[in-house]
Structure formats: C-alpha cells, structure tokens
T-cell receptor, first 114, second 109 residues
Framework: DAGVIQSPRHEVTEMGQEVTLRCKPI?????LFWYRQTMMRGLELLIY????????DSGMPEDRFSAKMPNASFSTLKIQPSEPRDSAVYFC????????????FGPGTRLTVL | EDKVVQSPLSLVVHEGDTVTLNCSYE??????LLWYKQEKKAPTFLFML????IEKKSGRLSSILDKKELFSILNITATQTGDSAIYLC?????????FGSGTKLNVKP
C-alpha cells in the first residue's frame, strides 16, 4: 500500500502566484481531508470530502482557497492569489469511515510564499 | 462550540520517567478519539478509542477514554529520547475530527 501521496513536497512561490497542491488518497478510502499546519495555529482542518462531495469547508480561510475532488483517487487544493501568510505545511489525509475512524496522513507539502 | 484542550502544553522529562498527557473535549455526537504522534513530519496514528474504561496498549504507550467526564489520557512509561514529539488528540463526531494544539514532549538523556 503506497499510502497517501502528496505533490509537490516543497513549493516556493512569489506572492500573487497561483499554487496547486495535489493529493492521492489511499485506494478504497472514501473520505479525504485537507489540513494546514503552522507554528502559530497548529493543525487546522480546511475542508473535508466524503465520497468526493465537499461536506464541510468552514475551515477554508477565504475565497482565495478552493478545493476539488473530481474522482475518488485525486484531490486538489488551490490558492489564488497566494500570500506570505499562506506559508505552512499542508497535509492531506484519508480514511475509510465505513470501517474505522483512523486517518492516514500524507507526507505534506511545505509551501513558502515570498 | 466543539473544542479540545490538551495539557500540559509542553513537558520536559528524563529518560526512564513516566508521563501522562491529558485531553479534554466537548464534541457533539462524539464518535471516537484518536491519538497521534508527530515528530518532524506528518502525524502518525497511535490509538483509536471508542469505549470508556477500556485501556489500549502498545508497548510502553497506553491510553484510556472516559466518555462521562469527557477526557482521555495517554501514558508513556520508561520514556526514551525517541518519544520526543508532539502528541495530538483528535475527538471526532460523524462529520469531522477536532485536533487539539498538542503536548510537546521533550525527553532528555
């Protein structure tokens, strides 16, 4: 089992640029979560999908952030335009909540916005 | 409002000590509580607790849940330097997980 796959692992961009983060959940998992982690705010849930449908996006900071899940094996988190305060590690996690609540995290994408 | 409080925020101990980490929560439609260990990378799963009073053990780590008093503890006995990490608890309802701010544990040799 390859686990949750995220790309890129590191991203450095300039303020105002569009950033797209990608996630491939574990095969067979039906729920996917996007988190952001910073030293100041800890781990924050941004959005949660169940069976490819966004269930709760109340954690998305503002309209510059958007997330999609076009199919069960792929999700994107987009920031447009990016700002320095978006610098953080973004984690994707998946779970099969038909069987268990255990979330499996991807390795994360470290985003730096200059 | 759903919330999670972990204590202490940070802890410094010496190898061989026993530590107890606390997690109190208020979550509507509570379903389960998860503990994670996070070193320099992504969180890794430790335990999932759903029933009160049943201790889960894995080596030197153990955890228990009290659904009446709305808290959980994570115990680590005979600590080692490799236990140094941030420990996160995350109660969940049927819709989402709520992560606490974590307890930062530093085990000195």
């Amino acid at each position: 089992d390859a686990g949750v796959i995220q790309s890129p692992r590191h991203e450095v961009t300039e303020m105002g640029q569009e950033v797209t983060l990608r996630c491939k959940p574990i095969s067979g998992h039906n729920s996917l979560f996007w988190y952001r982690q910073t030293m100041m705010r800890g781990l924050e849930l941004l959005i949660y999908f169940n069976n490819n449908v966004p269930i709760d996006d109340s954690g998305m900071p503002e309209d510059r952030f958007s997330a999609k899940m076009p199919n069960a094996s792929f999700s994107t988190l987009k920031i447009q335009p990016s700002e320095p305060r978006d610098s953080a590690v973004y984690f994707c996690a998946s779970t099969n909540n038909r069987l268990t609540d255990t979330q499996y995290f991807g390795p994360g994408t470290r985003l730096t916005v200059l | 409002e759903d919330k999670v409080v972990q204590s202490p925020l940070s802890l410094v101990v010496h190898e061989g000590d026993t530590v107890t980490l606390n997690c109190s929560y208020e979550v509507t439609n509570f379903r389960s509580l998860l503990w994670y260990k996070q070193e320099k990378k992504a969180p890794t799963f430790l335990f999932m607790l759903t029933s009160s009073g049943i201790e889960k053990k894995s080596g030197r780590l153990s955890s228990i849940l009290d659904k009446k008093e709305l808290f959980s503890i994570l115990n680590i006995t005979a600590t080692q330097t490799g236990d140094s990490a941030i420990y996160l608890c995350a109660p969940s309802n049927f819709n989402k997980f709520y992560f606490g701010s974590g307890t930062k544990l530093n085990v000195k040799p």
